[in-house]
C-alpha cells in the first residue's frame, strides 16, 4: 500500500512538473493544463485511498468529505465555464484567496489538534515553523487578493487608497506578527498566539494591497500567485503531504518568476510595486480634444477600412479595452478577413496589457486567433517599422512614447513601438487616460488617426467596411 501510494504521488506530481513545462508555449498550454488537472485528480484521489485504508472514518467525515468535493469541484467548474473573459482577472485573485486561506486553515486546525492531544502530526520545530508561516502567508494572501479582486472588479476604486500612517501601521503588524509566530516555535502562547499573528496576516494584506494602483495588478496577482504557491508548500509541511509541497513549490517559484518578469516590462522594482502609488484608474474624457501638446486626429470607420484594405502589412495591438468591450471575436475576424486578402497579420502584446499576466494571449487564444500570430514585445518592436499599418484596440500606456523621456510616470517602462508604423489607427471609446493617468502622446502623432467608439462596434464596422474595399 505505501508503495503504490508514493507511485501514485510521484505520477501526481510529474504531471504537474510536466503541465507547467507545457505552459510555456500557448500552442501547448490547453494540453499542460489537462494534464496539471489530471495529475491532481491523482493526487486526490490516492488521499482518499489513504482515508479509506486508514483509521475507520465516522460518517460525518464521509459526508463533509463528499460535500467538499461536491461544493467545492462544482463551484469550480461553475465559474470556470460561466466567467466573462473580461473577469477573468477578478477569477484568479479569488482563486488565489480561496488557496491562501485553504492552506491558512490548514495550520490554524492542525495547531489546534497538537495542543489538544489529538492530531497524528507531531509536534516539532520543523511542524511549528510550518505553521506560523503558512498563517503568515496564507493570512496575507487571502486578504490581500481580496482586494485585488474587488479593485479589478470595479468594487474597490483602481486609484491607490493611502491609508493614514499606512506604512509605519505595516510595519508594526509585520513585527508583531513575526515576533508571534517566534513565541510559538519557542513553546509559548499556544493557539492565541497564532490567532493574534493570523489577525496581523489578514490586516498586513488588506493595508499593503490598498495603496497600489491598478497599473501595476498584473505584477500584484503574480506576487500573490507565488505567495499562494508558498502557503500551499508550507500546508504541505504541516501535515506531511509530498503532493502540496512540490504543487505549493511549483506555483511559488513559478508566480516569483513571473513576478520578475512582469515588473521587468514595467520597469519597475517590486520594492516600489509594493510601496504602492502607482496608477490613478481609467479616467474618461469623452470625445476628440486638444491636449495641448497637439491635436488629435479623428477618422471614420470608411477611412480607417481603406487604410487597412491596401496595407500590405498590419499588426494589432490589444489592450484592455479590447476585453471591456468583450471584442474579442471580432477583432479575430477582422484579422482574417485581411488575411484572406493577402495581408500579413500579427498581433503585437505587451506582456502587462490587461489586468493579469498573459491577459490578451488568453482573450485571443479563447477567440482562436492562431498562435503563430501572437507575438510578444520583443518580436513585435522590431517589426514595426516596416509596418504599413497598426492598429490599436483599447490599449493605452503600453504605446506612450512618453516612456522614452524622463519625469512621468511611465518613464523607462518598455513599450510597444508603435510610433515607428507608417501610419497608426487607434479605436478607443475616448480620450480618457490610462492607468498611469497621464495623456498618450500617441494620440497628437500626426500619423495617427482616432476612430472613437465602442471597440467591439468598430471592429464590426470595420469588417463590413473592408469587404466593400477588397471585393
Known amino acids: 500500500m505505501d508503495i503504490l501510494t508514493h507511485t501514485l504521488y510521484l505520477i501526481g506530481a510529474a504531471s504537474f512538473v510536466l503541465g507547467l513545462h507545457l505552459m510555456n508555449s500557448p500552442a501547448s498550454a490547453r494540453r499542460g493544463n489537462q494534464l496539471s488537472a489530471a495529475g491532481m485528480i491523482v493526487a486526490v484521489a490516492t488521499t482518499v485511498l489513504v482515508l479509506v485504508q486508514g483509521p ?112 509605519p501601521i505595516n510595519l508594526v503588524l509585520a513585527v508583531v506578527a513575526v515576533a508571534s509566530g517566534i513565541a510559538y516555535i519557542a513553546g509559548f502562547g499556544g493557539v492565541p498566539i497564532l490567532i493574534l499573528l493570523s489577525g496581523c496576516a489578514l490586516a498586513l494584506g488588506v493595508l499593503s494591497t490598498l495603496p497600489i494602483g491598478g497599473a501595476d495588478m498584473p505584477v500584484v496577482i503574480s506576487l500573490l500567485n507565488a505567495f499562494t504557491g508558498t502557503a500551499v508548500a508550507m500546508a504541505g509541511f504541516v501535515i506531511n503531504s509530498t503532493p502540496l509541497i512540490i504543487a505549493g513549490a511549483l506555483v511559488g517559484a513559478a508566480g516569483g518568476i513571473l513576478t520578475k518578469l512582469m515588473a521587468d516590462a514595467m520597469n519597475r522594482s517590486l520594492v516600489s510595486i509594493i510601496a504602492g502609488g502607482f496608477g490613478t484608474g481609467d479616467s474618461i474624457t469623452a470625445g476628440p480634444m486638444d491636449s495641448g501638446t497637439g491635436t488629435v486626429r479623428e477618422i471614420t470607420v470608411d477611412d480607417a477600412a481603406l487604410q487597412l484594405a491596401y496595407a500590405g502589412r498590419v499588426v494589432i495591438v490589444p489592450g484592455y479595452g479590447l476585453a471591456a468591450a468583450q471584442a474579442q471575436h471580432e477583432i479575430v475576424k477582422l484579422a482574417q478577413t485581411l488575411v484572406d486578402h493577402g495581408i500579413d497579420i500579427e498581433f503585437g502584446i505587451h506582456p502587462v496589457a490587461g489586468r493579469m499576466p498573459g491577459h490578451m ?25 516596416r509596418t504599413d499599418v497598426v492598429l490599436v484596440v483599447g490599449a493605452n500606456d503600453v504605446t506612450n512614447p512618453a516612456a522614452r523621456r524622463p519625469g512621468n510616470s511611465v518613464s523607462g517602462m518598455p513599450i510597444l513601438n508603435v510610433d515607428e508604423a507608417r501610419s497608426v489607427i487607434v479605436i478607443k471609446r475616448s480620450m480618457g487616460h490610462g492607468y498611469a493617468g497621464i495623456d498618450n502622446e500617441l494620440y497628437t502623432d500626426p500619423k495617427t488617426a482616432m476612430l472613437f467608439g465602442d471597440a467591439k462596434v468598430a471592429l464590426t464596422a470595420l469588417v463590413a467596411g473592408l469587404d466593400a474595399y477588397v471585393k
Do not use: C, H
Open 361 to 385: 494571449n488568453v482573450l485571443l487564444a479563447e477567440a482562436n486567433a492562431p498562435y503563430q500570430q501572437m507575438k510578444d514585445m520583443e518580436e513585435a518592436n522590431p517589426q514595426f517599422s
Open 56 to 167: 475507520a472514518l465516522s460518517w460525518i467525515a464521509v459526508v463533509v468529505l463528499v460535500l467538499g468535493l461536491l461544493v467545492g469541484g462544482g463551484a469550480g467548474l461553475v465559474t470556470a465555464r460561466r466567467v466573462k473573459m473580461t473577469a477573468m482577472p477578478q477569477l484568479v485573485s479569488i482563486f488565489n484567496a480561496v488557496g491562501g486561506g485553504a492552506a491558512a486553515l490548514i495550520a490554524i486546525y492542525t495547531a489546534i489538534d497538537i495542543a489538544g492531544g489529538a492530531s497524528v502530526t507531531e509536534s516539532s520545530g520543523v511542524t511549528d515553523l510550518s505553521i506560523g508561516l503558512d498563517l503568515l502567508i496564507g493570512g496575507v494572501t487571502f486578504s490581500g487578493s481580496l482586494i485585488a479582486g474587488g479593485k479589478l472588479a470595479g468594487k474597490i476604486s483602481g486609484a491607490p487608497i493611502v491609508v493614514p500612517a499606512g506604512r
